[in-house]
């Protein structure tokens, strides 16, 4: 009976226990429902920001010992001034352009050390003001940014946003046009009135642009936005933030501090942002920029001019005329000369140089066709240069030269490719009529100055003339072997 009892009390108890339980959880059920359900923010897909260039800026300081009007500017390496992490010349290229103190026009030349530079400036050298210790030396690199993502949330009438790391000090310093050592600037202090023209946003939607601790924007970032109407779809988003333009592109860091190591990247962090119609966020992913310095080549070219003389074969034209003998590099043998008929001789002569001046080919003879004797040369006997048929041939004058009766040693030229000629056989200027127009070469026995046969003002690449010899002889030329030395000098302007 008491065990009856027993076990009567212990199924009550447990009824009881069952129907407390039951009860609590409901409460709690209640509980949970009446609390509204807290909205965990995913990640957005393929989120990547291309940067059009990742070069540096660079920021740097005017040392001590630099002059007004100097071309030379030295640049600080220590204890730089709080704004300045450039501490050294690495990143910086010739033709770049630099502000230096209170102007923004100088032109980088040279680089030539770790600290030192040649800057050109139309007023000529550094200017006034700009050369005093602490001024600043500023170059700036700047980008057109592609950020590219998906959307995983639909939300109707949403924002897309874009964070830039931004500069840790003033709002004013994110956006003034100067490199910052800790995020990216907006170029010129363009207000946002101007900015969003230079943003394109996907969607047709419509860019705005806030800076740190700006609506909606936190510290520490710039944010561009771009809204939509309607609901979004999930298929890939571009937004663009800058153009093509230099000017309209969001400025790269400088240096994070002079204690940077060269050739190791500074990294920024970026956002993407989907947020609702209020300006909450919804979905997020953070995204990573590097910047580093670029790479300075530079090689060595040296000055060169090339001339090369070649011989030409029995009944080779030039000067319109077929070659009475056979030439080389370093002989011309007219061999027995006539009293009746020209001997006609060439060789070519071909000329390279990369000098951007240019050059020229200028000629002199050691003196007229001399006489060999047992003791050298009789300068006494000789053939005359030739007075061209008009007697005005000399060595800075043409003249025709076709009649046998006029007796003498001289030349003209053919142009293959030369960029420019003194004179052609067939010119027709002064004395010449267009068949075999002639000078006399430079006498060095008589101090002549030596004349330019053909020339260039820039790079040559294998410009070839001719020069076409001719001679003939009087009755009375003494019998003998006669000889002079022709010399052609290549110079070049470097």
């Not at 075999?436 to 070839?464: I, W």
Request: aromatic share 8%; net charge negative.
């Amino acid at each position: 009976m008491d065990i009856m009892k027993k076990g009567l009390r212990f199924k009550t108890k447990t009824k009881i226990i069952i129907k407390a339980g039951i009860f609590l959880a409901l409460v709690l059920l209640a509980v949970k429902s009446s609390t509204p359900k807290k909205l965990d923010s995913a990640t957005l897909i393929s989120v990547k920001d291309t940067l059009s260039s990742s070069r540096l800026s660079y920021v740097g300081a005017v040392a001590t010992g630099n002059t007004v009007g100097s071309s030379l500017v030295t640049i600080k390496t220590s204890s730089l001034p709080g704004w300045a992490t450039s501490d050294d010349t690495k990143n910086l290229f010739t033709n770049d352009t630099l502000m230096i103190g209170t102007r923004t026009n100088y032109t980088a030349i040279d680089i030539y050390d770790d600290d030192q530079i040649q800057i050109y400036h139309s007023g000529g050298g550094l200017q006034s003001g700009d050369a005093d210790v602490d001024d600043p030396i500023i170059a700036t690199r700047s980008a057109q940014h592609t950020v590219t993502f998906t959307p995983v949330t639909a939300i109707n009438n949403g924002y897309y946003r874009v964070r830039l790391a931004a500069t840790s000090g003033t709002q004013a310093q994110s956006h003034d046009g100067i490199p910052d050592a800790n995020g990216f600037d907006f170029v010129g202090n363009i207000s946002s009135g101007t900015w969003p023209n230079y943003i394109t946003c996907p969607d047709s939607g419509t860019p705005t642009i806030a800076y740190s601790g700006g609506t909606n924007c936190p510290s520490g970032y710039s944010c561009v936005f771009c809204n939509y109407t309607g609901i979004n779809s999930l298929a890939q988003k571009t937004i663009t933030v800058g153009t093509t333009a230099p000017t309209q592109q969001v400025i790269n860091p400088a240096p994070s501090s002079t204690t940077k190591t060269a050739g190791v990247a500074d990294t920024y962090t970026f956002y993407v942002d989907h947020l609702d119609n209020s300006y909450s966020l919804i979905d997020s992913t953070q995204g990573k920029i590097a910047v580093i310095e670029s790479v300075r080549v530079t090689a060595a070219v040296e000055p060169r001019i090339e001339l090369t003389i070649a011989g030409m074969g029995v009944g080779t034209s030039s000067c319109g005329l077929p070659a009475s003998v056979t030439t080389t590099a370093v002989t011309v043998p007219l061999g027995s000369l006539s009293i009746t008929n020209f001997t006609n001789a060439a060789q070519s002569l071909t000329i390279s140089t990369n000098a951007d001046g240019g050059y020229a080919v200028t000629t002199l003879e050691s003196d007229q066709l001399s006489k060999i004797i047992g003791a050298g040369l009789d300068t006494g006997v000789f053939i005359a240069d030739t007075p061209g048929d008009t007697t005005t041939a000399s060595h800075t004058t043409a003249d025709e030269w076709v009649s046998t009766a006029v007796k003498g040693f001289g030349y003209s030229l053919h142009n293959s490719n030369a960029a420019s000629v003194a004179f052609e056989y067939t010119s027709t200027t002064g004395g010449c009529d267009g068949v075999f127009c002639a000078k006399q070469f430079a006498d060095n026995n008589n101090n002549e100055a030596a004349q330019t046969l053909f020339s260039s003002t820039t790079v040559a690449n294998s410009e070839l003339a001719y020069v076409c010899y001719r001679a003939i002889i009087g009755a009375t030329q003494e019998a003998g072997t006669y000889t002079n030395a022709v010399t052609y000098i290549a110079s070049a302007t470097f």
